[in-house]
């Protein structure tokens, strides 16, 4: 079914307040998600895949920062998705970045990484160049860069497989993340390595995604989005007999 | 900003503070001014020479089946597709939980095609209930007006002119429940328009579809008469035609608008402020004294024709009789002194009521178009709440107490402080109030009041510091990561004026009518008349320009123009001009 952005942001919005989100968080996990289905990048699909891990979160757990410095901040992710972990971690980023012109955050241990996109978008928006680099599985092993030009609204992506995998292979479920005020960072593949180019999305093919999705509406899920139909009415309050007086007017 | 080229700049005008200006009650007594949506839309219309005829008029004998109008600006071409259907009287309700209309419809982008109209009339009727199609800009619904519709039909059928009672109260034959924009239920996000020539300013595609209505309205119960006695039966008089408006019923689903989108707010309100300003620091001369009377005058007779059901509305409106009588006395003998217009309001701030200064203030504004209608496109923004994370802690708390001195000042605690809570219904998802301790639900509160969140997150701020005196603002939300809105709103917000309501809207006296008034009257709405303290109803487009005059293309754009505080006709002879009214 087609839906437009707007219901797309709010109906989402509702769904992680339903299960447990606060206000402010709800409203960035939606933006994330909402900002990735416009470009075409497969918000939902990214969501849906972890929801039952992300439904079974325990709220109360909170990312915490391992070290930090200057420069510097590894971040631990408790295993959170980024919906619930990321954003303050970024904005930590943001700050160093603004701070001393480059900065390096670390998230250890997260989950549903592609939808840290949404967020890196908006630190974009604010004026930062950003990076962000992750390892997607080890075999074969696979990395992904995602690269934002300050003030722009879509990103450079590349996904590629490596061929030679190094002896170090440790599972590795973080993402590392480069702000830079001044200079950007986009994906340029350079590399004297073996690899396999998986895919590559350009700036003006994702811009081109977006005018189309606010021209025909968000192609969604039937069944997704009845679950997050069905989340979001945990927001809601039954209906008793009072509540009528603030329905409108009886004639 | 004011335009640096115009004249008014030189005489640097002075907003007034937002203490003053944002407080409840002061915005609840506002009324439409010429930088109103439904005022900017018709001068738009008229500028650009827009022109709107009837594609298809199927009706029955009943007024029941398909309309169609075509819009056509120097941009674009839109169409009004309008569905009318069979309403039992006992499922006719203004209720937002209702589910039958007696018409609903639709603003459409570009043409109807025949796939298109299939689909339209598949979930246009259906509302909240249909998935509506991406190219519709706005879907509305709107129920006869009971009291008026039948009455009129049966009058013009008999030949005869419709009495002018059926139109001072209320003054419209249909009443619209909700007009939905904004990417509801499927239509076109807000986003696609705002690159669009046509409705780029607030609220406008929403207001076009209303206008058009007002003119289905009149053909139809034109239509209904003809079809009931084709020998006898008559056109509505013109100078009824223009007085003739659209009602609406709004309740507490407008509310929360106002709280969640203070930047749009803060945008509307300094818009409204400036111009004042502009007005304000104008030398005054005779021509501009005569309009003010002239307006004043047409104001006063507005407030004495216009008959609520609210006591106290009735009330409130009687004294603006009252006191506009003795601003007129006063400016008819006061020397044209250059302050004479900050001599107005100083004396109606300390003296009137607020409806009065208020609407001296709407008055102002209306004298000086060439100054202040460069604002109308300043009413629209690009809402953006960002953190900024390396602001150091302590600068947010002194934030704090420079510009939401006015929440840090109440007092939470008390059982009339903390009264109300704000929830959403199960049904229809509106926004409802609760009275905590006693209603449930109030674990799922709305956080829609925000001063005291402000206070909670200064008493948060304000122990973090004292363990971390030096931290920066990311470090206190990465410890308490439930205060990231509230604090990105504070940041966000302190940069501007007017965005914040001054108001514990949590407070037993808190009046949620104020709220809607504050919005209906930045769309264009008169005649407010509430019901209670959660809903009113209100009157568009009444004494607006007819479609066949826009269509006439009018040479006198200031006359086209001119059309606030409509006025009932004493002639049903060719429209007067509202001077020869008086």
């Known amino acids: 079914m087609k839906v437009s952005f707007n219901e797309l942001q709010a109906v989402s919005r509702k769904a992680f307040m339903g299960i447990g989100f606060s206000e402010g968080h709800a409203e960035d996990a939606a933006d994330m998600v909402t900002w990735m289905e416009?470009?075409?990048?497969?918000?939902?699909?990214?969501?849906?895949?972890?929801?039952?891990?992300?439904?079974?979160?325990?709220?109360?757990?909170?990312?915490?920062?391992?070290?930090?410095?200057?420069?510097?901040?590894?971040?631990?992710?408790?295993?959170?998705?980024?919906?619930?972990?990321?954003?303050?971690?970024?904005?930590?980023?943001?700050?160093?970045?603004?701070?001393?012109?480059?900065?390096?955050?670390k998230i250890q241990r997260c989950?549903?990484?592609?939808?840290?996109?949404?967020?890196?978008?908006?630190?974009?928006?604010?004026?930062?160049?950003?990076?962000?680099?992750?390892?997607?599985?080890?075999?074969?092993?696979?990395?992904?860069?995602?690269?934002?030009?300050?003030?722009?609204?879509?990103?450079?992506?590349?996904?590629?497989?490596?061929?030679?995998?190094?002896?170090?292979?440790?599972?590795?479920?973080?993402?590392?993340?480069?702000?830079?005020?001044?200079?950007d960072l986009l994906p340029t593949m350079r590399s004297d390595f073996r690899y396999d180019l998986l895919a590559k999305h350009e700036e003006a093919d994702l811009l081109a995604a977006r005018e189309h999705a606010m021209t025909n509406g968000i192609e969604v899920d039937d069944g997704v989005w009845e679950q997050l139909n069905k989340l979001a009415k945990a927001t809601l309050v039954e209906s008793f007999d009072a509540s009528h007086l603030g329905a409108g007017p009886a004639d | 900003m004011i335009d640096l080229a115009s004249p008014a700049a030189l005489a640097t005008p002075v907003t007034r503070a937002p203490g003053l200006v944002m407080d409840l009650e002061r915005l609840g007594s506002f009324n439409a001014t010429r930088l109103s949506f439904a005022r900017t839309l018709i001068r738009v219309m008229g500028?650009?020479?827009?022109?709107?005829?009837?594609?298809?008029?199927?009706?029955?004998?009943?007024?029941?089946?398909?309309?169609?109008?075509?819009?056509?600006?120097?941009?674009?071409?839109?169409?009004?597709?309008?569905?009318?259907?069979?309403?039992?009287?006992?499922?006719?309700s203004d209720r937002v939980i209702a589910d039958a209309w007696d018409i609903t419809f639709g603003l459409v982008e570009g043409d109807v095609e025949e796939a298109l109209m299939q689909s339209l009339a598949e979930n246009i009727p259906l509302q909240e209930a249909g998935r509506q199609h991406p190219r519709l800009l706005v879907i509305s619904r709107a129920n006869k007006s009971v009291r008026n519709f039948e009455t009129v039909v049966t009058d013009l059928a008999t030949g005869v002119q419709p009495s002018l009672e059926s139109f001072t109260e209320g003054g419209y034959l249909y009443r619209t429940t909700a007009v939905y924009g904004n990417g509801k239920f499927g239509i076109a996000d807000y986003g696609r328009l705002r690159t669009n020539p046509d409705f780029r300013h607030p609220f406008s595609a929403q207001m076009t579809a209303v206008y058009v209505l007002r003119q289905f309205s009149i053909d139809q119960v034109e239509f209904l008469a003809r079809s009931r006695a084709p020998e006898t039966a008559i056109a509505l008089a013109q100078p009824l035609k223009r007085y003739v408006g659209i009602g609406n019923s709004t309740g507490l689903g407008m509310a929360p608008f106002l709280i969640n989108h203070p930047q749009l707010i803060d945008q509307w309100v300094h818009a409204r402020e400036q111009a004042l300003a502009i007005a304000k620091s104008q030398p005054p001369d005779e021509l501009a004294r005569d309009r003010l009377l002239i307006l004043g005058r047409r104001a006063q007779q507005f407030f004495k024709e216009t008959t609520v059901e609210d006591a106290d509305q009735q009330g409130r409106n009687q004294m603006v009789v009252a006191e506009l009588e003795g601003i007129i006395d006063w400016l008819e003998q006061i020397p044209l002194d250059l302050d004479l217009w900050q001599q107005l309001t100083d004396w109606a701030e300390a003296a009137l009521s607020l409806?009065?200064?208020?609407?001296?203030?709407?008055?102002?504004?209306?004298?000086?178009?060439?100054?202040?209608?460069?604002?109308?496109?300043?009413?629209?923004?690009?809402?953006?709440?960002?953190?900024?994370?390396?602001?150091?802690?302590?600068?947010?708390?002194?934030?704090?107490?420079?510009?939401?001195?006015?929440?840090?000042?109440?007092?939470?605690?008390?059982?009339?402080?903390?009264?109300?809570?704000?929830?959403?219904?199960?049904?229809?998802?509106?926004?409802?109030?609760?009275?905590?301790?006693?209603?449930?639900?109030?674990?799922?509160?709305?956080?829609?009041?925000?001063?005291?969140?402000?206070?909670?997150?200064?008493?948060?701020?304000?122990?973090?510091?004292?363990?971390?005196?030096?931290?920066?603002?990311?470090?206190?939300?990465?410890?308490?990561?439930?205060?990231?809105?509230?604090?990105?709103?504070?940041?966000?917000?302190?940069?501007?004026?007017?965005?914040?309501?001054?108001?514990?809207?949590?407070?037993?006296?808190?009046?949620?009518?104020?709220?809607?008034?504050t919005k209906l009257s930045f769309l264009g709405a008169n005649r407010f008349d509430p019901r209670g303290d959660r809903w009113v109803r209100v009157t568009f487009f009444q004494g607006a320009p007819l479609i066949e005059e826009l269509n006439n293309e009018p040479a006198d754009l200031t006359a086209f123009d001119d059309w606030s505080f409509p006025l009932a006709p004493t002639s049903l002879e060719q429209q007067e001009t509202y001077e020869s009214l008086l």
Not at chain 2, 61 to 80: A, D, K, S
């Open chain 1, 38 to 105: 416009s470009y075409d990048l497969h918000g939902l699909d990214a969501l849906n895949k972890g929801l039952e891990h992300l439904i079974a979160d325990n709220p109360a757990t909170l990312p915490t920062i391992v070290y930090q410095d200057g420069d510097v901040a590894v971040v631990n992710g408790q295993d959170l998705s980024v919906l619930r972990s990321c954003n303050l971690a970024l904005e930590l980023a943001f700050a160093k970045g603004r701070a001393r012109g480059l900065s390096v955050i």
């Open chain 1, 111 to 183: 989950r549903q990484r592609q939808l840290i996109m949404g967020y890196l978008a908006r630190l974009a928006g604010r004026g930062m160049n950003v990076t962000a680099f992750w390892r997607n599985a080890q075999q074969p092993l696979t990395e992904q860069v995602v690269g934002f030009r300050a003030n722009s609204t879509a990103p450079s992506i590349r996904v590629y497989s490596v061929e030679e995998v190094p002896e170090e292979n440790e599972p590795n479920n973080g993402i590392t993340i480069i702000m830079a005020n001044h200079v």
């Open chain 2, 47 to 92: 500028r650009q020479r827009w022109q709107i005829s009837c594609d298809l008029f199927d009706l029955n004998t009943h007024g029941h089946g398909e309309v169609i109008y075509r819009v056509q600006t120097p941009n674009g071409r839109y169409h009004v597709v309008i569905f009318s259907q069979p309403l039992d009287d006992a499922l006719r």
């Open chain 2, 355 to 517: 409806e009065s200064q208020e609407l001296i203030n709407g008055l102002l504004i209306e004298l000086y178009p060439q100054y202040v209608d460069f604002l109308e496109d300043a009413m629209a923004v690009e809402e953006r709440m960002e953190l900024t994370p390396d602001m150091p802690l302590v600068q947010l708390k002194q934030l704090i107490e420079t510009h939401f001195d006015w929440a840090l000042a109440e007092d939470f605690d008390t059982p009339e402080a903390s009264h109300w809570f704000w929830y959403r219904s199960i049904e229809k998802e509106e926004p409802r109030l609760g009275v905590r301790g006693i209603d449930p639900g109030a674990e799922k509160e709305l956080s829609l009041a925000v001063a005291p969140r402000v206070k909670r997150t200064y008493g948060k701020i304000s122990e973090y510091l004292e363990q971390n005196p030096r931290s920066l603002t990311v470090e206190f939300l990465m410890a308490e990561p439930s205060f990231v809105d509230i604090v990105r709103r504070i940041q966000t917000m302190a940069a501007t004026a007017y965005g914040e309501i001054r108001a514990n809207l949590w407070h037993r006296d808190m009046r949620p009518i104020h709220l809607l008034r």
